[in-house]
């Protein structure tokens, strides 16, 4: 193992209009893997829709990224850039062992891959959970274990906002580990040493460096994280509007610069709003005798397993204490085998009785997370992790 060529002169002009036009949207500072011995499994902290790009500058090398699925049915743009780099795709919400065998026969033959072991941008601010796998992948692979840390981007691209706001995102090395290294130390080392590099906490580093996150209709589509008013603790009744977030109860705040919550009574961070929320579901299920929770107006689509789209409809969404249930299909907990979320608000659930996967799209302000934390809180974690 050693140091590769970075392929083509087209390949290297690409990564320099890249890092340009990066730079210019976002301030960005991207430490490089240069010296990295290859091949490598690189992996990287969550913050942005634009990670990729940032993976790629720091890498300065050509890197197979892990893809969801959902990239297969974008637009002609997205289309050619999977035809173009080939990556590795991925079905968010599943145990993902098809896409593992896929990143160890990549690694071991000598190509270097990128992936976002969270599986998800962060909602609240902080690093997903880490699925314990991702150790024994990175193990397994035989290649060199990079550990990239991304900061700024929580507040620079909001995964609810649909504006960008000019701030600062930096992009540092936390840890090389040699596959000799790596061979010396238990899954559970390995996991440890994985958490630690990739742990975010977007307040804490505003605490420490506060820097001004600029935009317009900085609130917007806020309440596709937030669903439960921080005064009266209702779901579903925050509005959003340019940079304010109000509800009927007469709560009225101001999403600043800085990430900040700010009532006239109170400032909060979004992070400390989806600890109360989550709560709010927790007790809900503990004290609820009713059979019902929420619903929304959706879009239901059935993906086949051919990756086509095979019937949609405009239904009710409804969450049950045992179910959901779209129009006249009913989904119960016990069957479904993956759930998560994509984009802003992209509910996927598999099932093991539909061939495919089911989608769940509302409007941009539809809330997804309500009912990903329903499941959770009801069947546990040990599927859909953020």
């Not at 397994?140 to 609810?160: A, M, N």
């Not at 019937?311 to 409804?318: A, F, P, R």
Request: proline residues 3%; contains cysteine.
């Amino acid at each position: 193992m050693g140091k590769k060529k970075s392929g083509g002169i087209l390949y290297r002009l690409l990564l320099r209009l890249t890092k340009f036009v990066m730079h210019i949207l976002f301030k960005s500072d991207i430490e490089t893997l240069e010296d990295v011995p290859q091949p490598f499994l690189l992996l990287s902290n969550h913050t942005t829709d634009f990670d990729c790009a940032f993976i790629a500058v720091a890498a300065q090398t050509r890197v197979s990224f892990v893809a969801t699925e959902n990239l297969l049915r974008m637009g002609s743009i997205v289309r050619f850039a999977v035809k173009a780099f080939d990556p590795i795709i991925h079905y968010k919400g599943t145990m993902g062992l098809a896409t593992s065998k896929h990143i160890i026969k990549s690694v071991r033959g000598g190509k270097n891959v990128a992936l976002f072991p969270e599986g998800n941008r962060s909602f609240n601010g902080l690093t997903c959970p880490i699925a314990p796998a991702t150790a024994k992948l990175a193990r397994i692979c035989q290649g060199t274990l990079v550990t990239y840390k991304l900061e700024g981007g929580y507040f620079s691209s909001p995964r609810w906002a649909s504006s960008l706001r000019k701030g600062r995102i930096t992009g540092r090395i936390a840890g090389i580990y040699s596959p000799e290294t790596l061979k010396k130390m238990s899954p559970e080392e390995i996991q440890k040493i994985i958490e630690n590099d990739l742990q975010t906490d977007a307040y804490e580093e505003q605490h420490d460096h506060p820097t001004a996150f600029r935009g317009k209709k900085r609130a917007e589509h806020i309440e596709s994280t937030i669903f439960m008013c921080p005064a009266c603790e209702k779901i579903g009744s925050l509005k959003s509007n340019g940079n304010f977030m109000t509800c009927d109860c007469g709560f009225k705040a101001e999403y600043d610069e800085y990430g900040m919550i700010n009532s006239s009574q109170q400032s909060y961070t979004i992070t400390e709003l989806d600890q109360k929320q989550r709560n709010k579901i927790e007790t809900l299920c503990k004290e609820n005798g009713e059979d019902f929770f929420f619903e929304d107006k959706v879009s239901f689509q059935l993906i086949n397993e051919n990756h086509e789209l095979e019937k949609t409809e405009t239904v009710v969404l409804n969450a049950y204490r045992d179910r959901f249930s779209a129009g006249e299909t009913v989904i119960p907990f016990e069957k479904i085998t993956g759930i998560g979320i994509n984009q802003r608000n992209l509910l996927l659930i598999h099932t093991s009785d539909i061939s495919g996967h089911c989608e769940v799209r509302g409007e941009a302000a539809f809330n997804a997370l309500k009912y990903l934390y329903l499941y959770r809180t009801i069947c546990g974690s040990r599927n859909g992790l953020l």
